[in-house]
């Protein structure tokens, strides 16, 4: 199996791609979407925190992180990109904006990815053993303490792959993410970790747990008397479906092609990678919608007009 580790930043881009999307299209694109994104988080942030049973339900603890994530990749990472796609330069070309670019762009990411793993993982035991988290202490050890360490370990990764002095990394201030990468993609250990782990095993374990998941959730419909706890397993069900496949559907071709050009071709899949890493990011920028979409009652606060009630009174005949 061969590898071009030493290819990695030079070959990630066709810069005479047929499928490269245009800067003024990309700008349009990152544009409209990112506004919208903006202000969906912010709503559906303020009604997972502001009303207390919704803030305290475990099931919707990774999703107000991911919102958290996202909304920092929203204001941050994808203004970062549009600015590029305007002016054809970063701005202000400084090392310090590329290292932070690339620690949200990258880090962030993957943190999605991994989050979603164990959001995944955990939703059979909130469906299915909810007896696990039935006290504070068992909610501690298989909630809590699960989440902050995901949430360390990926700060740490990046902390160290990005901002520690274990290479030299080289700032392309005229290129898009000021060249992609940072120096480390040159290092077989992280890119190992950040490809194979973060990466391609997320997206296997997702749907993984995803697919049992729903298997098991069909399954318990026809064991399940009561009409309320169905529903509720449902909800939880399609919640989660819907951001694994959100995840999968956008990052499964991308994770492939650079696996492929990783360990196999390095020049594989270099017309259509351009395109596929642009698409990448409609992850972040769908994903307000999606945990909009699993809280119907939200929908109620959408209406603009709401029915008018009828007053019943009483009439007093006139003397």
Known sequence: MNSSWD?????????????EVKPILSFWLFLIFDVGAIICTIFV??????ERQARNALHNHIPIILLFLASAIE???????????HTGIVY?????????????????????????VFASFER????????LVATRRKRLIFHYIPILIILLLMCTFYVVA???????????YD??????HACYGTIPFFVTVEEFVFGAASICLIAIFSLTLLVRVIQQKHRVHGAIQWKKQRKLAIQMISLSLLYMTFSLPFTIIYLVRLYGQSDWGGEVLPLFFFLSYFTILLLPYVCLSNLPDLWKKLQICPARQQRVGVIVPHA
């Open 75 to 85: 204001w941050i990472d994808i203004p970062f990109h549009l600015q590029y796609f």
């Open 92 to 116: 202000p070309s400084t090392p310090i904006l590329c290292l932070i670019w690339w620690f949200i762009d990258w880090g962030f990411y993957y943190t999605i990815a991994v989050l979603l």
């Open 162 to 172: 990005i901002f520690a002095p274990i290479c030299e990394s080289t700032f392309a």
């Open 175 to 180: 290129e898009d993410l000021c060249g992609v």
């Open 124 to 131: 059979h035991i909130l469906i299915f053993h909810s007896h």
């Open 45 to 50: 942030l303020y009604h997972l925190l502001s």
């Open 7 to 19: 290819n990695i930043t030079l070959t990630w881009y066709s810069t005479d791609s047929d499928f």
